[in-house]
């Protein structure tokens, strides 16, 4: 049972595979390929562009950071000078916390600079690599074009096409059908003649010797009528009489004479 299951399931995959052979076509495989190349570059890019949006936002913070050293070393000396030491010591401790930051932003910053690069440099390489694919693309679809051109024309003119194959089937067995019936009627006529069948048009209990001589009476009664329609024709219509090699015949039926002079 399990051997005819993994048959079963092998000829099923079997006939998937041809089915899926039949209605594939390499153009829109190669379409497809091409399309999920480019969303995917389309991702690397997004990518760079994200990675250069968050490099620059802490740019940004960074600039800020620094303005803020600024004020606050500005305040601790506006501080000092008005006696505030402790004021001062406060916008310094600041200040070095900020600064601290500054620091760590900055190293954020260098590393998203270099994801930026690299990603940056993927994004080219993967740009170079679909520009070769499209155009490998539409050679081998240009190719494969002109190839299905070249089969269709060659099985349309040899006749082994698909639609042609069709054709070709169906006229020949409208031939075989013609043949076997012009045979089915000639061995039809061949044994009505011999009488081995009877004509089924002809009245029951009929036979061919009765009917051979209802032929030959009802052509017997043709010419009986014949003569008797002719003989009551009257004289002048009837036919000259058929002259001789000397001259009409005598009236009581003698061969004619010369008039003498």
Do not use: C, W
């Not at 092998?10 to 497809?32: G, M, Q």
């Not at 001062?88 to 910053?109: C, F, P």
């Not at 269709?152 to 169906?170: F, K, N, P, Q």
């Amino acid at each position: 049972m399990t051997s005819i299951t993994h048959r079963i399931a092998a000829l099923f995959r079997i006939k998937a595979d041809k089915a899926l052979d039949r209605a594939e076509d390499p153009r829109e495989v190669l379409d497809y390929s091409y399309g999920q190349q480019l969303q995917m570059l389309q991702k690397v890019r997004r990518g760079v562009a994200d990675v250069a949006t968050s490099r620059k936002r802490v740019e940004l913070q960074v600039n800020q950071l620094r303005q803020s050293t600024d004020k606050l070393q500005d305040q601790a000396q506006q501080a000092l000078a008005a006696g505030r030491e402790d004021l001062a010591r406060e916008a310094l401790s600041r200040r070095t916390a900020v600064a601290s930051q500054i620091v760590d932003l900055r190293d954020q910053q260098t590393s998203l600079r270099a994801q930026e690069e690299k990603l940056t440099l993927a994004a080219q390489r993967l740009q170079t690599k679909v520009d070769s694919f499209r155009t490998r693309k539409e050679t081998i679809k240009a190719t494969y074009t002109a190839a299905e051109a070249q089969t269709r024309i060659t099985e349309a003119v040899t006749g082994i096409g698909e639609e042609m194959s069709d054709v070709g089937l169906a006229m020949q067995r409208a031939q075989d059908k013609t043949e076997q019936m012009q045979a089915r009627a000639g061995a039809l006529d061949e044994l009505i003649a011999s009488g081995a069948l009877e004509d089924a048009t002809l009245p029951a209990g009929r036979d061919d010797i009765q009917a051979e001589l209802e032929r030959v009476s009802a052509g017997q009664d043709v010419e009986n009528e014949l003569a008797r329609m002719k003989a009551r024709l009257p004289a002048a219509a009837a036919p000259a009489a058929v002259e001789g090699p000397d001259g009409p015949d005598d009236p009581k039926g003698g061969p004619g004479r010369e008039a003498t002079s």
